[in-house]
């Protein structure tokens, strides 16, 4: 064999694997993410619906089913509450001002990669460190590339990382809660999936709170 044909060989199997490797990343737009949460010592199965820029993640807490939606970047967002043994449908809707209140409270993270890698399910995931720089406060958070999907609100500060979060801690008022992504699921989603249903009762955000507080108690 030449030098010219060992050459072509060559750069047939490069661009072999390249091919390979820019398949192998399975890229989601549109499906449901099952994800795990611990927090205070209770596991909470979350399942998170998406469609392109729109996700809505979805809680059973006892009787209550508990619903948030997020809309393009992060400028909308809805809780529903619906108890049926209540007869309770209630939704609200974050006011400009309020979402940029939520937005000037909420934690300031700096993600850093480190070169510790492991295997998470059927991820193959590389270590950041999540570190809050108004409280100085660190968690580790695995990121893979084996798969790709869009940013929620579980997984907002990890939006400009490439790849996509499998274990991380997301900060919800100043709870620390684990998350593992357990599955992905491609199907597909309705648009209606991310509107409030004409039979929920329209409440401000002030009053969703408050309600849900005295369901704590």
Do not use: H
Request: net charge neutral; proline share 4%.
């Amino acid at each position: 064999m030449n030098i010219l044909s060992i050459k072509n060989v060559a750069l047939t199997i490069t661009l072999a694997a390249s091919i390979f490797t820019a398949s192998a990343q399975k890229k989601y737009n549109e499906g449901i993410i099952s994800y795990n949460i611990s927090v205070a010592g209770q596991n909470v199965e979350s399942k998170c619906s998406f469609k392109g820029d729109s996700s809505l993640i979805s809680n059973q807490y006892g009787p209550a089913k508990v619903q948030m939606v997020i809309k393009g970047n992060f400028d909308y967002f809805a809780v529903l509450v619906d108890v049926p043994v209540a007869s309770i449908k209630k939704a609200a809707v974050m006011t400009p001002g309020e979402l940029e209140e939520a937005a000037s409270s909420a934690p300031e993270y700096t993600i850093t990669a480190t070169t510790e890698t492991k295997k998470i399910g059927d991820y193959n995931c590389k270590k950041y460190i999540e570190k809050d720089n108004k409280s100085g406060v660190s968690f580790d958070a695995w990121i893979t590339t084996d798969i790709s999907l869009p940013a929620n609100i579980l997984t907002g500060a990890f939006k400009d990382i490439t790849g996509t979060p499998i274990q991380f801690t997301y900060v919800q008022q100043g709870t620390p809660q684990s998350i593992t992504l357990v599955s992905v699921s491609e199907v597909k989603i309705p648009a209606e999936t991310f509107s409030i249903p004409k039979d929920f009762e329209r409440v401000s955000m002030d009053d969703m709170k408050a309600m849900m507080n005295r369901g704590k108690k």
